[in-house]
T-cell receptor, first 115, second 114 residues
Framework: NAGVTQTPKFQVLKTGQSMTLQCAQDMNHNSMYWYRQDPGMGLRLIYYSASEGTTDKGEVPNGYNVSRLNKREFSLRLESAAPSQTSVYFC??????????????FGSGTRLTVV | AQSVSQHNHHVILSEAASLELGCNYS??????LFWYVQYPGQHLQLLLKYFSGDPLVKGIKGFEAEFIKSKFSFNLRKPSVQWSDTAEYFCAVSGPYGNNRLAFGKGNQVVVIP
């Protein structure tokens, strides 16, 4: 089924370890996003990529890096994980075009625990 | 940048009761408005969206929302809730075309008691 695929679904890291969260979409969408979800905070934008080859910071970019590898894939990297990065991470994508194509599609999330 | 406010973070109600969740946003330009639902352990699903036209929008599962431009509001309603409506509900706002970002409110945790 078409959609946004995130891997892994669960991960436990030790403080200081690094890892990359993978996201891929097969809907030919131009824009992709990484959000983190924390209790009582809603979803906060970490980074986004408006189109292939561009990335921009969102609300909470510190401690993260991203790579828009190609149109399909947008990865999020934690270089040195901290307990404050324990969260659920969601990737999303959105197509380009007029307002009728303003559909954001979300992945199923990655639950990350940093100990 | 736009911001989104949702009040009454925790809502508890009985089956068949009516539900209304408030959403206010701060953005001076034309906006696109969304309500998402997240069932326990699942990812976000779109309930409904508003781009233009009729300010009363009907979504899935009997939900509707009304856009009131003068009040910068986009409140979600359901006349009669079911136990299966237990979930977290998020209001989100994005600007058109030149603004890619989707800004979320902090969510409303809704618990429906059978």
């Amino acid at each position: 089924n078409a959609g946004v695929t995130q891997t892994p679904k669960f991960q436990v890291l030790k403080t200081g370890q690094s890892m990359t969260l993978q996201c891929a979409q097969d809907m030919n969408h131009n824009s992709m996003y990484w959000y983190r979800q924390d209790p009582g905070m809603g979803l906060r934008l970490i980074y986004y990529s408006a189109s292939e080859g561009t990335t921009d910071k969102g609300e909470v970019p510190n401690g993260y890096n991203v790579s828009r590898l190609n149109k399909r894939e947008f990865s999020l990297r934690l270089e040195s994980a901290a307990p404050s990065q324990t969260s659920v991470y969601f990737c999303a994508s959105r197509g380009l075009g007029g307002s009728r194509n303003y559909g954001y599609t979300f992945g199923s999330g990655t639950r990350l625990t940093v100990v | 940048a736009q911001s989104v406010s949702q009040h009454n973070h925790h809502v508890i109600l009985s089956e068949a009761a009516s539900l209304e969740l408030g959403c206010n946003y701060s953005y001076g330009g034309t906006v696109n408005l969304f309500w998402y639902v997240q069932y326990p352990g699942q990812h976000l699903q779109l309930l409904l969206k508003y781009f233009s036209g009729d300010p009363l929008v009907k979504g899935i599962k009997g939900f509707e929302a009304e856009f009131i431009k003068s009040k910068f509001s986009f409140n979600l309603r359901k006349p009669s809730v079911q136990w299966s409506d237990t979930a977290e509900y998020f209001c989100a706002v994005s600007g058109p075309y030149g603004n890619n970002r989707l800004a979320f409110g902090k969510g409303n945790q809704v618990v429906v008691i059978p």
